[in-house]
C-alpha cells in the first residue's frame, strides 16, 4: 500500500490521493500537536487546580507529548487499513490503541529507544491505551485471521522520525521486516494475542503500586483526558480544513481556549439585565451596570460573592436570591483570574435537570447580552457537523456494536458540541457535563479543556442521587484549587459531613435569617379525600393555582381525569395540566412552557386565573413556579421540603403573604410496595418529621423545615471509599472505560414505532438525525422485555401493541405513554 491511512475518505471527492487528514503521518501530527498546544493553553491551570506543583508541568507535557505519538502507531494494522479503505465490516483482532501499547510497552526495540522517557512512559502508555475509553480487562482479542502490522512502511518510519525529533530521542531503531499478530500460539506469528496481552495487564496491574500517591493519580488522569481532548481537536480540525496547509492546532488551541474569556463586564451586564427586567422601574438611559433604585443587594449575596475560599458552600431557601449571588460570585473570581493575568476564565452553570437547566438558560443567560453563551445538556439542539470519518466500528461503544453507524454519528455529536464549549465563556448545562468526566463519561472528558480554565457553580445538589454526588465529593477532593460554588436549599447532615471531610474548612453561608424564618407554609397531614378535594375547590374559586404533587405517574394521571372531570365547566381545558417523564420531550417541553406562564399569571380578585398543575417527583426541580396550595403524597423529607419550595415562593419580608396550606396525604392503603420509588425508612422518617414539626407550631418557615429533618435524621455516613472506586476517571488508572454518571432509574427511554415509522429527518445512513431522536424519546417502566426489542443506536423502540402513547397534537393534551395490558 502506498500510504497508511487514519481515516477513512471519500474517494470520489479526492480520486488521486487521500487528503491530508486522512493520513496516518499527519493526523498523528496532529495529535502531538495537539497536546503541545494544550499543554502550553491548559496544562499550567490544570496542574495549580489539582494542586499539583509546577514543577510537574515538564513531566506532564512530555508524558502528554508522548501520548500522543503512540496513540495511533498500531493503526499500521493491515485490518485497520483494510477497514478505513473498503472493508467498514471487518472484524479487527485487536483495536489500533491496543497494538500501540503492545508495540511501546512490550517490543524489546521501542522500549529501548524510548529509555529517555522511562519516567513518564507508564504515563504515556496508559493514556494512548485508553484514548479511546476502551481498554481494561474486557478488552479481549477476536477470533479473526492473522493481521500485519506495517512497521517497515515509509510512513511509519516517518512518524517514528517526527516523533524521536520532537521528543529529544536518537534516531528511531530500523524496523526491516513487518510483525504479524495471531489470536493464539497456534499460528504462525511474531505475536500471540492473547498470550501477550495478558502479559501486558499482568505488567500493568504490577506498576498499579507507583499509583498508590494521590498526586500520581492525579497527573495520569490529567496526561489520559487531554489525550483524549487532543485527538477530539486533531479530528475535527484537519477534517474541517482538508489540507494540512490551511490549518494549524496551536492557533485552533489558542484561539479556542486561551483567547476567550468572560469579562467581570460581561457578568455585570448579565446582573443588571436581570435586575432591570424585574423592575417596577422603567429602564430609560441607564447604562449597562446599572442597578434600578429598587434593587437591593442582600448581604447574603454580598457574602458569597465575596468569598475567597476556593469551594463555598451556599445554603439558602426559596427567593433568596442564590442565583443572582451565584454571578456575583463568579464576577469576582473573574476579577481575580483577570488579575493573575489568565485570559481564558470561563463559567459553568450546572443544574440538576435538563429542565432546570433550560429555565435557568431563558431567565438569566440568553438575553444577558453575552456575545457567547451555550446551553448544554442531552437533548439541546444541535448543529452536526461534518466530522473526520474513521469507521463507524471505531466510534461504537460495546452496547452500540449492532449499530455503530448511529454511534458514530452520536460521537461525532459529542465531538462538535464539546469542541464548540472550548471557546464558549458561559455554559449553562446539566451536572453531567462537568461530573461525567468522574465516569470518563465521552462529552465530559472532550470537555475537560473548558473545564480546567473555568469556575463552577453546582446548584441544587440536595437533588444529586448517591452517585452523582459521590462524583461531586471526588470531583472536589482531586480538584481543590478549582473555584466551585455549591449552592442548595437544604442537605442532610451526612453529605454535609462528606463535603467538610474532603474540604475540612468548608463553613456554609446560610440564606437570609428574614428569608429562612418567613412562616410560609401551614402544614396538614393525612387530610381526608373530602378536605383535599374540598381545599381544591376553594382554591380555584379564588382563581388560585393548585399544585398537586403524586409519587406516581400512574397516579398523576389518575387525579388528572378526575380534575378534568369535576371542573370541565369551571375552567378553560389548559387550565389543568398533568406533568410528568412519560411524555417524548418535545410534548414535555411545550407542556412546560405552558404550565410556567399559566402559573406567572398573577392571583388577584379582579383577574382570576386559576391553575390546576398535577404532576410527579419531577416538579420538585424542573419547575419554577408558586402555587396557594400543595397536595402531595408522603415522600422522604427533602423531596418534600422540594415541593414545599414551590408553595408561597414568592413571598417576601417585604411583601409577606399568610401561610398558605401543604396538604401532605397518605399512601394509598393496601397497595403493595406503596413506598415505590422510595424506600420504606424513608417513609418513616418523614412522618416522624410530619409529626414533630406539627407539635412546634401550626405554620412554618424554611429553617423549621431543614432544622427539624437535622434534629431527626439518623442516616449513615456517606461512603466515600465507594465514590472513589466509582469515580473511574481517577480510579481506573490503566483501565479506561466509561461507567455509570447517575444511579440507574426505573425506566428506560425508548422512541414509539409509529413515531420512527413517520421519521422524515434523517442522516446519510437513513437513520432519524440525533436531533429528531432527542425530541421523540419518552420514558416508560422497565420490563425485561425492553432488551429484546429493535434499537435505533442505543434507543429501543416500543411496539404500537405493546406501548400506548395518549396525546392531542392540536391541543396538547394528554397522559402520555404507558404500558397495555
Given at each position: 500500500?502506498k500510504?497508511?491511512?487514519a481515516?477513512?475518505y ?13 493520513l496516518?503521518?499527519?493526523?498523528t501530527?496532529d ?5 503541545e ?8 491551570v ?12 515538564e ?6 507529548l508522548?501520548n ?8 499500521a ?5 483494510e ?9 479487527q ?5 491496543t ?19 522511562s ?5 504515556s502508555?496508559w493514556?494512548?491505551a485508553?484514548?479511546?475509553?476502551k481498554?481494561?480487562l474486557?478488552?479481549?482479542?477476536k ?9 517497515k ?12 525529533e ?12 513487518d510483525?504479524?499478530?495471531?489470536y493464539d500460539?497456534?499460528?504462525?506469528s511474531d505475536?500471540?494475542a492473547v ?13 498499579e ?21 487532543a ?5 475535527a480540525?484537519?477534517?474541517r ?11 485552533f488551541?489558542?484561539d ?14 448579565l446582573i ?6 424585574r ?9 449597562d ?15 458569597v460573592?465575596e ?20 454571578y456575583?460570585w463568579?464576577r ?14 470561563r463559567?459553568?452553570?450546572?443544574l440538576p ?9 431563558k ?9 457567547d453563551v ?14 473526520a470519518e474513521t ?12 449499530n ?12 462538535i458540541e464539546?469542541?464548540?464549549l472550548w ?18 463519561a465521552?462529552?465530559?472528558v ?22 452523582m ?11 481543590p ?7 442548595t436549599?437544604s ?12 474540604f475540612?474548612?468548608?463553613e456554609?453561608?446560610a440564606?437570609?435569617?428574614?428569608f ?5 407554609y ?7 379525600g ?20 403524586r ?7 389518575e387525579v ?10 369551571k ?10 417523564s ?12 405552558r404550565?410556567?406562564d399559566?402559573?406567572?399569571q398573577?392571583?388577584v380578585?379582579e383577574?382570576k386565573?386559576?391553575?390546576i398543575?398535577v404532576a ?8 419554577d413556579?408558586s402555587?396557594d396550595l ?11 421540603i422540594?415541593?414545599?419550595g ?17 396538604l ?11 413506598e415505590?420509588?422510595?424506600e420504606?425508612?424513608?417513609?418513616e422518617l418523614a ?15 424554611q ?16 461512603d ?8 473511574v ?5 490503566w483501565?479506561t ?11 428506560v427511554s ?5 413515531d ?7 442522516d446519510?445512513?437513513?437513520k ?8 421523540y424519546e ?5 420490563k425485561d ?19 400506548a ?12 405513554a404507558?404500558?397495555?395490558?
Amino acid at each position: 500500500m502506498k500510504y497508511l491511512l487514519a481515516k477513512s475518505y471519500d474517494r470520489k471527492a479526492h480520486p488521486n490521493a487521500p487528503p491530508a487528514y486522512a493520513l496516518l503521518t499527519q493526523h498523528t501530527r496532529d495529535v502531538a500537536a495537539a497536546c503541545e498546544a494544550l499543554a502550553k493553553a491548559v496544562g499550567h491551570v490544570a496542574l495549580a487546580n489539582a494542586e499539583l506543583d509546577e514543577s510537574d508541568f515538564e513531566r506532564f507535557r512530555l508524558a502528554l507529548l508522548a501520548n500522543g505519538w503512540t496513540q495511533d502507531l498500531g493503526k499500521a494494522s493491515s485490518h485497520y487499513q483494510e477497514m478505513v479503505s473498503h472493508v467498514p465490516e471487518i472484524q479487527q483482532l485487536l483495536r489500533h490503541e491496543t497494538i500501540s501499547a503492545l508495540l511501546v510497552w512490550q517490543d524489546a526495540r521501542f522500549r529501548q529507544w524510548l529509555t529517555p522517557l522511562s519516567h513518564v512512559l507508564t504515563l504515556s502508555v496508559w493514556g494512548a491505551a485508553g484514548h479511546h475509553r476502551k481498554f481494561d480487562l474486557r478488552t479481549v482479542p477476536k477470533q479473526s485471521p492473522v493481521l500485519t502490522v506495517h512497521i517497515k512502511h515509509e510512513d511509519f518510519a516517518a512518524i517514528l522520525k517526527e516523533m524521536g525529533e520532537h521528543l529529544g530521542l536518537d534516531a528511531p531503531p530500523p524496523l526491516e521486516t513487518d510483525l504479524t499478530i495471531a489470536y493464539d500460539g497456534r499460528e504462525s506469528s511474531d505475536i500471540a494475542a492473547v498470550e501477550s496481552l495478558r502479559d501486558l495487564f499482568d505488567e500493568f496491574e504490577d506498576c498499579e503500586a507507583q499509583f498508590s500517591d494521590t498526586h500520581e493519580r492525579r497527573l495520569l488522569a490529567l496526561v489520559k483526558g487531554f489525550g483524549i481532548a487532543a485527538d477530539v481537536a486533531a479530528s475535527a480540525v484537519a477534517a474541517r480544513k482538508q489540507s494540512a496547509s490551511d490549518y494549524s492546532l496551536a492557533k485552533f488551541v489558542a484561539d479556542s481556549v486561551t483567547s476567550v474569556s468572560l469579562q467581570t463586564t460581561d457578568l455585570t451586564k448579565l446582573i443588571s439585565r436581570w435586575a432591570w427586567e424585574r423592575s417596577e422601574i422603567e429602564h430609560l438611559s441607564h447604562s449597562d451596570d446599572s442597578l434600578p433604585p429598587d434593587f437591593i443587594v442582600r448581604g447574603f449575596q454580598n457574602q458569597v460573592a465575596e468569598s475567597t475560599s476556593h469551594l463555598t458552600l451556599a445554603q439558602a431557601g426559596c427567593g433568596s436570591g442564590k442565583s443572582l449571588a451565584a454571578y456575583m460570585w463568579a464576577r469576582e473570581w473573574c476579577a481575580r483570574v483577570a488579575a493573575e493575568g489568565r485570559t481564558n476564565f470561563r463559567l459553568f452553570f450546572c443544574l440538576p435537570t435538563t429542565g432546570t437547566t433550560t429555565e435557568h438558560f431563558k431567565d438569566y443567560a440568553l438575553e444577558s447580552g453575552i456575545d457567547d453563551v451555550s446551553l448544554t445538556h442531552s437533548r439541546s439542539s444541535v448543529d452536526l457537523q461534518m466530522m473526520a470519518e474513521t469507521s463507524a466500528q471505531e466510534e461504537a461503544d460495546d452496547e452500540d456494536t449492532g449499530n455503530p453507524a448511529r454511534a458514530a454519528l452520536n460521537a461525532a455529536q459529542d465531538k462538535i458540541e464539546s469542541l464548540a464549549l472550548w471557546s464558549t465563556p458561559l455554559i449553562v448545562t446539566t451536572a453531567d457535563t462537568v461530573l461525567g468526566l468522574m465516569s470518563n463519561a465521552r462529552k465530559a472528558v472532550y470537555s475537560l479543556p473548558a473545564i480546567m480554565s473555568s469556575a463552577i457553580v453546582f446548584d441544587e445538589i440536595h437533588a444529586f442521587d448517591e452517585r452523582m454526588f459521590g462524583h461531586l465529593l471526588v470531583f472536589l477532593k482531586n480538584f481543590p484549587r478549582l473555584p466551585v460554588l455549591l449552592m442548595t436549599a437544604s442537605l442532610p447532615d451526612e453529605r454535609l459531613a462528606a463535603l467538610k471531610s474532603v474540604f475540612p474548612d468548608l463553613e456554609p453561608i446560610a440564606g437570609p435569617v428574614e428569608f429562612e424564618t418567613l412562616e410560609r407554609y401551614r402544614l396538614e397531614s393525612y387530610p381526608t379525600g373530602g378536605d383535599m378535594w374540598c381545599a381544591v375547590d376553594e382554591c380555584v374559586a379564588r382563581g388560585e393555582k393548585v399544585l398537586w404533587v403524586r409519587n406516581r405517574v400512574e397516579w398523576a394521571n389518575e387525579v388528572y381525569r378526575q380534575c378534568r372531570e369535576r371542573y370541565a365547566d369551571k375552567l378553560s381545558r389548559d387550565a389543568i395540566n398533568v406533568y410528568h417523564s412519560r411524555l417524548r420531550y418535545k410534548d414535555r417541553a411545550l407542556r412546560h412552557r405552558r404550565v410556567i406562564d399559566r402559573f406567572k399569571q398573577p392571583t388577584v380578585p379582579e383577574l382570576k386565573v386559576p391553575a390546576i398543575l398535577v404532576a410527579t417527583q419531577v416538579a420538585e426541580m424542573s419547575l419554577d413556579l408558586s402555587a396557594d396550595l400543595l397536595v402531595t403524597d408522603l415522600a422522604p423529607v427533602p423531596s418534600l421540603i422540594q415541593r414545599m419550595g414551590r408553595l408561597n415562593r414568592r413571598a417576601t419580608p417585604d411583601k409577606p403573604q399568610d401561610p398558605k396550606p401543604a396538604l401532605i396525604c397518605a399512601l394509598p392503603p393496601d397497595e403493595p410496595k406503596v413506598e415505590m420509588p422510595y424506600e420504606k425508612h424513608e417513609m418513616e422518617l418523614a412522618a416522624r418529621w410530619l409529626g414533630f414539626l406539627q407539635e412546634c407550631k401550626p405554620t412554618a418557615s424554611q429553617r423549621d423545615l431543614s432544622e427539624a429533618f437535622s434534629k431527626l435524621n439518623e442516616a449513615d455516613e456517606f461512603d466515600i471509599a465507594r465514590a472513589e472506586k466509582e469515580a473511574v476517571f481517577f480510579s481506573g488508572l490503566w483501565r479506561t472505560r466509561p461507567a455509570l454518571t447517575r444511579d440507574e432509574g426505573y425506566t428506560v427511554s425508548v422512541v414509539l414505532e409509529a413515531d420512527l415509522a413517520k421519521c422524515t429527518e434523517r442522516d446519510r445512513q437513513g437513520k432519524p438525525t440525533a436531533d429528531w431522536m432527542r425530541r421523540y424519546e419518552v420514558a416508560i417502566p422497565i420490563k425485561d422485555e425492553v432488551m429484546k426489542w429493535e434499537r435505533v443506536g442505543t434507543v429501543r423502540v416500543a411496539p404500537t401493541d405493546r406501548v400506548a402513547y395518549d396525546y392531542d397534537e392540536a391541543t396538547g393534551e394528554g397522559t402520555g405513554a404507558k404500558w397495555r395490558n
